[in-house]
């Protein structure tokens, strides 16, 4: 199995250890992340901006699994695209994605330097913004009572 493919399968894999640390362990310093399709309006995040994001996420999912459907390869450009499905329990409810998972690497194939990754737009489109109204509600019922006297 080669460096990248290898390298592909342990990140996907560090999303089921649900560790922002494990998450970030396999990014080069300069990798960016980009949700796809572009429809979903997803800002390209750098590291710092994609663990920003990330870690916010954690709390609100437990049981998180990512079970990998197929790895296509392609040595000459040292791109590796993986198809996966996810499913874990939120605090809004069941949770479930598909994605389509492209990784760059760096020259030795130990690093990501480029994600792309392209999630289940109408899933994505339902349950994001209800979980961003779980959050705004949680926001708000920690600065009630924070009011002047």
């Known amino acids: 199995m080669s460096q990248r493919r290898q390298t592909a399968?342990?990140?996907?894999?560090s999303y089921n250890q649900w560790?922002?640390?494990?998450?970030?362990?396999?990014?080069?310093?300069?990798?960016t992340h980009e949700i796809l399709p572009k429809s979903l309006n997803q800002p390209l995040m750098d590291n710092k901006k994609?663990?920003?994001?990330?870690?916010?996420?954690?709390?609100a999912f437990k049981s998180f699994k990512v079970v990998v459907q197929d790895?296509?390869?392609d040595e000459k450009e040292n791109k590796v695209v993986v198809w996966a499905e996810s499913t874990a329990d939120s605090v809004i409810g069941p949770y479930a994605n598909e994605?389509?998972?492209?990784?760059?690497?760096?020259?030795?194939g130990d690093k990501v330097v480029r994600m792309l990754e392209f999630v289940d737009s109408k899933?994505?489109?339902?349950?994001?913004?209800?979980?961003?109204?779980?959050?705004e509600e949680r926001a708000a019922e920690g600065s009630a009572g924070k009011g002047t006297a």
């Open 99 to 108: 994605y389509m998972l492209a990784f760059y690497f760096n020259e030795a």
């Open 71 to 73: 790895v296509f390869e």
């Open 9 to 13: 399968l342990a990140a996907i894999d």
């Open 19 to 31: 560790s922002i640390s494990a998450i970030m362990a396999f990014r080069d310093p300069s990798c």
């Open 123 to 135: 899933n994505s489109a339902v349950f994001f913004p209800k979980l961003k109204g779980w959050f």
């Open 50 to 59: 994609y663990e920003a994001y990330f870690s916010s996420m954690i709390p």
